[in-house]
């Protein structure tokens, strides 16, 4: 993943002292969610450069592992696009919104790798163990989560798929997707929109 632009997520205790950065600080960012909640891709684009590298930095520090976080990195801001519109200013900033967002995934992931671990210590000695109550439902609706969104980037066509993939699974920028592919800016750009719509519409969220 290239993330280009990004607050040292070492540098933040928390989603609320990360919250002063960016060019434009937390109003900036604000406006940009507001964008992308009218359907703004090059808002979103904007608001992930911003964001990217400070998600990615908590993901990593809870993770430990770099594929995983950028796994999470990406499914948070899957899930930014997604539900954006829902978004409070008055329960907290932009900023906090999405590293909590970050943190709770990154978190549901280690439980997730911890309950398969376990599972297979367990069967190693022949004793069954059952998963604890509690972390069952996080574990479920996270593998639903991800269901859903593989089942959403298979509903698109390739060439909306293979852009969407460059950009925010590859961490690409339009201009090196648009030269990779052999095609015109402009084209990258028409296919990344028409995607994300038809992604935002599958996951079950109206612009």
């Known amino acids: 993943m290239r993330r280009t632009v990004g607050w040292d997520a070492g540098e ?3 989603p609320e002292e990360a ?5 434009g ?8 969610l507001r964008r992308t909640a ?3 891709l090059a808002a979103f684009e904007e608001l992930y450069r911003e964001l990217s590298g400070t998600v990615f930095g908590i993901a990593r520090r809870v993770l430990v592992d770099e594929a995983q976080a950028e796994e999470v990195c990406q499914e948070v801001f899957l899930e ?6 829902r978004f409070d200013r008055s329960r907290g900033t932009v900023p906090a919104w999405v590293l909590t967002i970050a943190h709770r995934r990154a978190v549901d992931r280690v439980r997730s790798e911890q309950a398969a671990s376990d599972r297979l210590a367990a069967a190693g000695r022949l004793e069954p163990e059952a998963t604890p109550r509690d972390a069952v439902p996080d574990q479920v609706e996270h593998r639903l989560e991800r269901e859903r969104v593989r089942r959403c980037l298979g509903g698109l066509t390739e060439t909306q798929r ?6 925010y699974y590859t961490g690409y920028t339009q201009r090196q997707a648009a030269d990779l ?11 990344l929109r028409d995607g994300l719509i038809r992604l935002r519409d599958c996951l ?3 612009v």
């Not at 293979?162 to 950009?167: H, N, P």
Request: glycine share 20%; proline share 4%; hydrophobic share 40%.
């Open 25 to 32: 600080g937390v109003d900036s960012l604000a406006r940009l």
């Open 38 to 40: 009218a359907g703004d």
């Open 181 to 191: 592919l052999r095609v015109p800016l402009t084209t990258v750009k028409g296919r």
């Open 80 to 85: 930014v696009w997604r539900t954006c519109a």
């Open 12 to 14: 933040a205790s928390s």
């Open 19 to 23: 919250g002063g950065g960016g060019p």
């Open 162 to 167: 293979e852009a969407v993939r460059l950009t």
């Open 204 to 206: 079950g969220v109206g």
